[in-house]
């Protein structure tokens, strides 16, 4: 009986039957009898035992329902996977992006690389240094001259979320330009942000790794023509670009000397440190954008040189492992109390699922075992009167990462105070719950607790302490890929949806006859929609 199991058993990379996995699965047996309220009551230290402090930034990890015991399986899991020597070939670039032939070098640009490194023959530290260099110079003219008042920045998915997300985060100096961002291909969006704008004051940042994404270059060329058909040859002056394709760039029409180069190093969602934070530097200064990329690199060299047990995101990946893989929780949630960081979910959301989001490994072979989670959330308290209802009574038991900020950067005092009191209050009936009120014990109102939560709180606002979050997120997001054995540094995934646009768009186009090279929509389904929108809009 037991070789005929064997053969029809899927190919299996390993990791499930890995003794350190297995250990876990045995924790996990007696893990729903595990409540937070008891394990403190067991130890009076188990907060300052579960909680990192470093420079500004305070890490909580103390309302997980885990024991000590749990994180050091969790960590030998860690070892187990050699995290640390992946961690090293990745910051002494290495080519780890496997599927691109690719290294993946986010990490120098803020300064974390080996002297001396070469990419493709580069210097890599001399890259950045004249890429910043003709930064600082570009953003300074425009800050300078004061002929700009607004900064367009086009560009979708990496080069649009983290930028949009440090904009709003941080303030700068009054009078400064203001930046738009335009990313949706749907008209509205170019066509309501430049209402209001005048093409003599307005500058383009054309900001595309491969300068060949669809909804980029559409909105790009509507953006040229409407400086042109404002004043001819405009556009040459009026539009700048932030790509590794400086031959697509310069055919377009951007003068060469208003390219910042991106390389093939820089994963687009991991871009943000690069040129693409040029809009950045333009509104908050480039004395702002080193303070990002100083931020960050305090937590890469954290990442570099902590033992595992007192990593943050080696513990943030951890956690978000066990409870993923042993606990089956299938989301996490990413609550920033503060409005200025509005953005945080949707910027993780994409280097998380576009990272982790797969079911294959890197050696090709499809997983036995969950990998990235949905990330969602929304700033507080908004969140609160939204989702929260299901975070504490819902049939899912979702972890959650509260972000929250020390100091206010308004002066409305009393509102900070609340906004603060009503983060801690929601931290603690995620963990308390309620399971009987003397005068009304009906079952719908009782919360049963026991939620997993995490707190970051950020002694303030400012660009070094947003640099720290963020390259937080990115480590955590890398320890877990490694962990379940994945690239998290390619996107196929997206490509198919991509390739399959360019064919329906035939089928939308007024007169097109479908042909070999024009094929039908595949499906009967797409078929009669791609039908019924031709019909639509050639009649509207
Ligand atoms: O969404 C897929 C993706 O390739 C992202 O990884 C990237 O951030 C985005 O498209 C934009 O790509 P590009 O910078 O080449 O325009």
Not at 464 to 476: D, I, P, Q, R, T
Request: glycine share 8%.
């Amino acid at each position: 009986m037991q070789p005929l199991l064997k053969k029809f058993r899927m190919p299996s990379n390993g990791l499930t039957d890995s003794p350190e996995w297995k250990a876990l699965q045995k924790d996990a047996c007696g893990a729903s009898a595990i409540r937070t309220r008891a394990l403190f009551e067991q130890d009076p230290e188990r907060f300052n035992k579960f909680h990192i402090a470093l420079d500004g930034l305070l890490f909580d990890y103390s309302k997980h329902p885990v024991t000590a015991e749990i994180m050091t399986h969790l960590i030998a899991l860690a070892r187990a996977a050699e995290l640390e020597s992946w961690r090293d070939k990745m910051f002494a670039g290495v080519q780890i992006n496997t599927t691109e032939d690719r290294a993946v070098l986010h990490t120098a640009l803020r300064h974390s690389a080996p002297e001396g490194l070469e990419v493709d023959g580069e210097n890599v530290a001399g890259f950045i240094s004249n890429t910043h260099e003709q930064m600082r110079r570009y953003s300074e003219s425009i800050r300078r001259e004061g002929l700009i008042h607004d900064v367009v920045v086009i560009g979708i998915g990496g080069p649009n979320l983290g930028p949009t997300l440090v904009y709003e985060a941080l303030s700068g100096p009054a009078g400064a330009p203001r930046v738009h961002f335009v990313s949706n291909i749907d008209g509205t969006h170019i066509t309501q942000t430049l209402e209001p704008l005048s093409p003599d004051h307005t500058l383009f940042i054309i900001s595309s790794k491969t300068f060949k994404t669809l909804e980029t270059l559409e909105n790009a060329q509507t953006a040229k023509s409407w400086l042109d058909d404002f004043k001819p040859g405009l556009s040459r002056e009026h539009m700048a670009a932030v790509t590794a394709n400086r031959e697509d760039a310069e055919a377009f029409g951007i003068a060469p000397a208003q390219i910042f180069p991106l390389r093939e190093w820089i994963g687009g969602r991991y871009s943000l440190w690069s040129a693409v934070g040029l809009p950045i530097a333009i509104a908050h200064g480039f004395d702002q954008f080193e303070a990002l990329l100083e931020g960050a690199r305090t937590i890469d060299t954290h990442f570099q040189t902590a033992p595992l047990d007192r990593n943050i995101p080696v513990i943030m990946a951890l956690l978000g492992l066990w409870h993923r893989n042993f606990r089956a929780c299938t989301a996490h949630a990413i609550l920033p109390y503060a409005q200025k960081l509005s953005r945080l979910p949707a910027y993780i959301q994409q280097v998380d699922m576009e990272s982790n989001g797969k079911n294959t490994d890197r050696d090709g072979i499809r997983v036995d075992y969950e990998t990235g989670p949905v990330i969602f959330g929304g700033p507080g308290t908004d969140a609160q009167h939204a989702f929260f209802q299901l975070l504490h009574q819902g049939t899912d038991i979702i972890p959650s990462d509260f972000i929250l900020v020390a100091r206010p950067n308004h002066g409305l005092d009393s509102h900070h105070r609340q906004l603060l009191a009503s983060a801690l209050a929601q931290t603690q009936a995620l963990m308390e719950g309620r399971t009987s009120e003397p005068a009304n014990d009906a079952p719908h109102r009782r919360f049963e607790g026991n939620r997993p939560v995490s707190t970051l709180i950020l002694e303030q606002l400012d660009a070094y302490h947003l640099g720290m979050l963020l390259a937080l997120y990115e480590h955590k997001i890398f320890v877990q890929g490694i962990l379940w054995r994945l690239n998290s540094f390619d996107q196929w995934g997206v490509e198919l949806g991509k390739t399959l646009a360019q064919d329906i768009l035939h089928q939308l186009n007024p007169g097109v006859v479908p042909t070999r090279e024009n094929p039908p929509a595949p499906d009967p389904s797409t078929q009669n929609l791609a039908t019924y929108l031709f019909k639509s809009f050639i009649n509207s």
